[in-house]
């Protein structure tokens, strides 16, 4: 089992810079494959960026590669979202999710956060 808290959002203006940071307890957040998604008013829920346990590999949705990036933490049970550059277009509830492996569906991940919102004006 595994609990998450994403902590970090806000409102922003666009160009400005945000990280968000999804705290993880439990006693296997290691073995766990890490994802953040995000969900804009009236849209589905979407992949924004996975990292795998060892932290070795990371995905990137097109939409955020170059200005987003996420990493993990083990020693301190984390995984971060670095976001640069925002837009308008980022501005939803990001939500961090573990899971066993990395895939950009939301149904592959048992473990949610309960989200925090990102703004960005322009």
């Known amino acids: 089992q595994v609990q998450l808290v994403e902590s970090g959002g806000g409102l922003v203006q666009a160009g400005d810079s945000l990280r968000l940071s999804c705290a993880a307890s439990g006693r296997t957040f290691s073995s766990y494959a890490m994802g953040w998604f995000r969900q804009a008013p009236g849209k589905e829920r979407e992949f924004v960026a996975g990292i795998r346990w060892s932290g070795a590999s990371t995905w990137h949705a097109d939409s955020v590669k170059g200005r987003f990036t996420i990493s993990r933490d083990s020693a301190k049970n984390t995984v971060y979202l670095q976001m640069n550059n925002l837009k308008r277009e980022d501005t939803a509830v990001y939500y961090c999710?573990?899971?066993?492996?990395?895939?950009?569906?939301?149904?592959?991940?048992?473990?949610w956060g309960q989200g925090t919102q990102v703004t960005v004006s322009s």
């Open positions: 999710a573990a899971g066993s492996r990395v895939v950009v569906v939301p149904t592959g991940y048992p473990y």
